[in-house]
């Protein structure tokens, strides 16, 4: 099982996210910061289950993300 971990309080709003990948990112009107869609809350970061296809792309995006607040984790049990 593959997630993806979103740091949301120090998102700086630059869109790389959303761009590269709208079907899991949206950009808030109210604060200008990334939204993980369909994420829960939970220990303070925004975490959602993504589907293996969505891996690859996923931790490239992690990677251009300017300050390094996207994480993606892969676990055998699922
Ligand atoms: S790429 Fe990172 S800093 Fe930029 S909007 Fe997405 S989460 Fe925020």
């Not at 996207?70 to 676990?75: C, D």
Request: aromatic share 6%.
């Amino acid at each position: 099982m593959a997630k993806i971990i979103h740091y949301r309080n120090k998102c700086i709003g630059c869109a790389i996210c959303f761009e590269q990948q709208p079907e899991l990112w949206r950009m808030s009107k109210k604060d200008g910061k990334a939204n993980l869609i369909k994420a829960l809350l939970k220990n303070q970061v925004y975490q959602v289950t993504i589907h293996p296809s969505q891996i690859e792309l996923s931790v490239r995006i992690a990677e251009a993300c300017p300050v390094k607040i996207i994480k993606v984790t892969q676990s055998e049990n699922n």
